[in-house]
């Protein structure tokens, strides 16, 4: 297992570029903290405050039938609330949609699964039952897997998960 | 005084042009007799989403209007929705709320707060532009215009009558294909493409 590392906000907010993202639907995660704060800053990106992760479901799935690309930001606890929307709207509406899932209080010696915390030790297994792909980023050799799970939602007719290992980290150059 | 929901489908359906209309529910079926359109967005098996579904394409495209038809007991559902919608602010997105106090596709058991809870209220309180109850089709009829002029999201919360669509199982044969809204959004999608 790589030794997972914060990375910079301002990486993660390039490879959400690269990706293509023109929206990021989000319900705050302190896990991200750093990340929302540089989407916040960034003109190119419109962000959609939900008041829940299952709304935020919806409102990606709407923006796809409008022709967007959007990303939906939350934290594992959230990934648990909004189960129905996933299963009603992502799977059986076979919606495309990618999201960013903070696997907040991660003990980052151990991988996800093998945590003592239920909210990070069941993220992989649920996502598993719900037949979602998923993806860890670890460090910046990771990120290249953010635009990756576009092409692989498009392909498999669903969402994909991609889980940020440990909290995303200042922007490069900003101490922490 | 209450409404007949489909009389008041039929106020809707004579305005309809170019809007994106999202119909959830027991309304899923009369509003496609009255109004069958390439946009026509139509859903089944997440109670509580249809607005936010709405949102989603009224931010992406901006230049077009949403109708939301929604029901009580769905909204109650997802309530905070009312909040991320006023919050969002969509201009064009007009959410329309059949209160008839019950959950009609299980059954016809009442809603909580049936008979003392007001949509219109919650609505304006979360931020909607302009939020209005109407409890008879001609007075709905004569507002409409008005509403649909307003700088959005506008709610208007309809009390009707419980039709008796409860909900029937469909055949296992139907239940092979795929889902409603997995066959009815691509082709919204391209059809809004092509716009």
């Known amino acids: 297992m790589p030794i997972p590392e914060r990375i910079p906000a301002d990486r993660l907010l390039d490879a959400i570029h690269g990706a293509g993202v023109e929206f990021v639907v989000a319900v705050p995660d302190t896990h991200q903290r750093t990340l929302l704060e540089a989407i916040e800053a960034d003109a190119g990106i419109q962000v959609v405050r939900a008041a829940t992760e299952d709304e935020g479901v919806a409102i990606c799935a709407g923006l796809i039938v409008a022709g967007r690309r959007p990303l939906l930001q939350i934290q594992h606890a959230g990934l648990y609330a909004c189960v129905n929307n996933l299963r009603g709207i992502g799977l059986d509406g076979a919606f495309p949609i990618v999201m960013l899932v903070g696997l907040l209080g991660r003990d980052p010696a151990r991988a996800p699964r093998e945590n003592f915390g239920s909210m990070v030790r069941l993220a992989e297994p649920l996502l598993d039952a719900l037949t979602i792909p998923y993806h860890l980023l670890e460090t910046t050799v990771d990120l290249p897997q953010l635009a990756q799970a576009y092409g692989e939602a498009e392909v498999c007719g669903g969402p994909v998960a991609v889980l940020l290992g440990e909290e995303s980290g200042p922007p490069q150059g900003v101490p922490a | ?195």
């Open chain 2, 1 to 195: 005084m209450t409404m007949s929901r489909d009389a008041v489908l039929d106020v809707l359906a004579r305005r309809r042009t170019g809007e994106v209309v999202v119909a959830t529910m027991t309304s899923v079926r009369s509003w496609q007799e009255r109004a069958p359109h390439a946009r026509n967005l139509l859903c089944f098996g997440f109670m509580g989403g249809a607005s936010t579904l709405g949102l989603g394409v009224a931010l992406g495209r901006p230049d077009l209007s949403v109708w939301v038809l929604d029901g009580d007991g769905s909204l109650l559902m997802q309530l905070g929705s009312l909040a991320t919608i006023a919050g969002a602010a969509p201009r064009r997105f007009l959410h329309v709320v059949f209160h008839n106090g019950v959950y009609e596709v299980s059954g016809g058991q009442p809603i909580p707060a049936a008979g003392k809870i007001s949509y219109a209220a919650l609505a304006q309180a979360a931020g909607y532009a302009a939020a209005e109850r109407f409890d008879d089709v001609e007075t709905f009829d004569g507002a409409l215009d008005g509403l649909l002029a307003v700088d959005g999201p506008v709610l208007v919360e309809l009390i009707t009558n419980p039709e008796g669509d409860f909900y029937a199982a469909p055949p296992p044969s139907a239940q092979a294909q795929p889902p409603l809204l997995a066959r009815n959004w691509p082709p919204v999608r391209a059809d809004l493409a092509g716009d």
